[in-house]
């Protein structure tokens, strides 16, 4: 019987072991997608204790302590933070099988070598040796960073994001390039017109540009794409529940805007239209300026109203949802290809049911001229677990180029989340181990070792330019 969490969790196989301990193990980390705040970089910030760097804006955790009965106040409320962790050290038992038990542990033992198991007898301890550590210079954000070998970055950063931080990140010569990724969801969010000429308000300020027109409001947007681009941006990311793609015209566009820029809501056809139009025009300037272009589909968000009343968004009540993506996604790329300004593109699918149909999808649009141009993208929120990875990866194998893989992401806000890059590696090496073992693969050393090598490493070093 094998021990729990021990040197060889995953691998299952002598190559399996081989290729993680050899190889996969020593590459340097790019993380190309995350919701890390760059201010808490920039100030090298320390938290006082693990609640703060564990708890705080992880909706993960207080998913599972909702269902295991846990009050909202231990989630997100006015509990102490030794109480909020007593509650999670109390959880942790009942989340067996579930990725938190693994990330956990493995986090308890990368960051602090802390090798017992959490849970209501050792909570307090835990608690206690895990904040001195963090209190300590040691255990500084830019430490922790380190201590993962983290080389790249990219936080997730709106228009109007002023982008001081990091500036200063880079005045200071921190080692670990951290990059701006441009995230513009709310330049698209027209639903309602109050809320969107208030966004339109502050990108005015950002860009230093008057919006009247549809026009003036490309103009803003391209003015702070510019400005991105300046401070190292080479990535772009949308949230959508699917790809929208209905045929419009740039008068009824500029129809459109003027509208709702007297403060009236539009209807469900002229904010399906506006957005359509919105997304290529944002997806031209990433081919123009030659960065890449991520897009996260298929989750239904908000879907307990009285809890997002009370809590806002992000607060852990979203879920996959089942949307037609075929068409309109063939659509949205179709255009941008007969347009020759389609970039390079990831997709990440979040309900499984559409894996195939993402993975075959996006191998349409593969024009020869660069490699891997075209991405079905890592696993990802509910499926960035054991199943999900090896799922994507499975199916990314065979109908795609499994050696063109851009590899794995944090998609996090927790600057403890890195050991989520080695969960994913070990499940690759022991992908390939195991079909080296079964003869599927050749036991050829240098071939193989490439492969885990590119996907780990180089091939994001290469596609995102890095």
């Known amino acids: 019987m094998k021990k729990f969490l021990d040197k060889d969790f995953l691998l299952e196989s002598e190559m399996a072991r081989s290729l993680y301990h050899d190889v996969a193990a020593g590459m340097p980390i790019i993380d190309f997608h995350c919701h890390l705040d760059p201010r808490l970089i920039a100030e090298d910030a320390r938290f006082e204790n693990l609640t703060q760097v564990w708890l705080a804006g992880d909706h993960y955790k207080w998913r599972a302590m909702r269902a295991n009965g846990v009050e909202e106040r231990y989630c997100t409320g006015d509990a102490t933070d030794q109480e909020k962790f007593m509650k999670w050290a109390a959880t942790v038992p009942d989340t067996l099988r579930n990725p938190l038990y693994h990330w956990t542990h493995l986090e308890l033992q990368r960051y602090f070598d802390i090798q017992e198991l959490l849970n209501p007898e050792s909570a307090q301890k835990i608690y206690q040796k895990a904040g001195e550590m963090l209190q300590s210079e040691d255990y500084s954000v830019r430490k922790l960073i380190r201590k993962m070998n983290v080389e790249v970055i990219c936080t997730t950063d709106d228009p109007v994001d002023s982008l001081e931080h990091h500036q200063k990140i880079m005045e200071d010569g921190f080692e670990t390039k951290v990059l701006p990724a441009w995230r513009p969801d709310k330049s698209m969010a027209v639903e309602d017109a109050q809320t969107y000429n208030q966004y339109l308000d502050t990108l005015e300020g950002a860009s230093d540009c008057s919006i009247s027109t549809f026009l003036d409001l490309l103009n803003a947007l391209q003015n702070r794409h510019d400005y991105f681009h300046q401070m190292g941006c080479r990535i772009s990311d949308h949230g959508l529940e699917g790809f929208i793609s209905e045929d419009f015209d740039y008068q009824e566009i500029e129809r459109v805007f003027l509208k709702i820029r007297k403060g009236r809501n539009l209807n469900k056809q002229e904010v399906a239209r506006f957005k359509s139009a919105m997304l290529i ?62 970039a390079k593109t990831i997709v990440y699918n979040l309900n499984p049911a559409d894996n195939a149909l993402i993975a075959s999808m996006v191998n349409n649009y593969n024009d020869g001229l660069i490699a891997g141009k075209m991405q079905f993208g890592s696993a990802w929120w509910y499926m960035d677990q054991k199943f999900g990875m090896t799922e994507q990866i499975n199916t990314l194998s065979s109908l795609g180029l499994l050696s063109r893989f851009v590899g794995m992401l944090t998609d996090s806000r927790s600057f403890l989340s890195y050991p989520r890059h080695e969960y994913f590696r070990r499940i690759l090496c022991n992908l390939v181990g195991q079909d080296v073992e079964n003869g599927e693969i050749p036991n050829d050393a240098s071939m193989v070792e490439n492969l885990i090598k590119n996907v780990c490493y180089y091939n994001p070093k290469e596609y995102f330019a890095l």
Request: hydrophobic content about 35%; overall charge negative.
């Open 281 to 342: 025009e944002l997806a031209v300037m990433d081919y123009e300026a030659g960065w890449a272009q991520q897009f996260h589909v298929g989750a239904i968000r908000n879907n307990n109203t009285r809890q997002l009343h009370d809590l806002g968004p992000d607060t852990g009540f979203d879920s996959i949802g089942d949307f037609k993506m075929a068409r309109s996604m063939s659509r949205f790329l179709d255009r941008l290809d007969q347009q020759n300004q389609l």
